[in-house]
């Protein structure tokens, strides 16, 4: 007879063996991703860099598309837990700006570019994988939202346009530059409109459109 609690700890452990597994496959599909593209994350592609059956893919997943998009969830995850650590300091517009800047560079580094722009091109061959990508971008544009509504305060520009509006914009450029500077191989033009960003943060500052802005000092008492 099973001792009192054994049950329940091998159900324990069992639970613990299938998580790690599937952690696994997921880091796998992200590395499959940077270095043999959509096309050539594969099911075996993927076992073979995890170092297991690929029978456990479709045990885990149900398909290669579903372990994928697992994929893409856990970047974009991990990049917005990084972002939003980042710009939880940030006392400026210039210093946003900053940030943003420091931030495309570690994405670009980390090759995270590279598993979107692959996710997006498999959307071109692939039915319902576009919605699925697409859906996965709207946290983002919730999260810019949510920085330019903190930016804008209760300036008169953030009466005049809808920050809703300015985010979609704002994540697309985003998008774009990671996209172009993926495919040209070449971060120079973008890093140089992060610049641009900055000059024009600047400007932001000395008029005070921006909610960032520390308050006035208050004046001592004579």
């Known amino acids: 007879m099973a001792k009192p609690g054994a049950s329940s700890r091998l159900v324990t452990e069992g639970a613990g063996r299938s998580a790690a597994t599937k952690q696994v496959l997921v880091e796998a599909a992200i590395e499959t991703l940077k270095a043999e593209g959509f096309a050539g994350a594969s099911a075996r592609a993927i076992a073979g860099r995890a170092g297991c059956n690929q029978a456990l893919i479709f045990y885990h997943f149900g398909s290669v598309v579903s372990l994928l998009l697992a994929a893409l969830d856990a970047v974009s995850a991990s990049r917005l837990e990084q972002y939003s650590a980042a710009v939880g300091h940030v006392g400026s517009p210039a ?84 996209l172009l500077s993926h495919l040209d191989a070449d971060r120079a033009a973008a890093l140089s409109l992060f610049d641009r960003a900055k000059q024009v943060a600047a400007v932001v500052e000395v008029l005070g459109v921006g909610g960032f802005l520390p308050a006035p000092t208050p004046r001592r008492a004579s």
Not at 122 to 137: D, H, W
Not at 139 to 151: H, L, N, V
């Open 95 to 178: 210093e946003l700006v900053e940030v943003a800047a420091a931030i495309f560079r570690g994405d670009l580094d980390a090759g995270y570019v590279t598993v979107l722009v692959e996710m997006i091109a498999g959307a071109s061959s692939t039915p319902g994988l576009g919605a699925e990508v697409a859906a996965r971008i709207a946290p983002w544009r919730q999260f810019a939202q949510q920085i330019i509504d903190s930016a804008l305060g209760g300036s008169a520009l953030g009466s005049v346009v809808p920050s809703d509006e300015i985010a979609h914009g704002v994540v697309a450029l985003y998008l774009g530059l990671e």
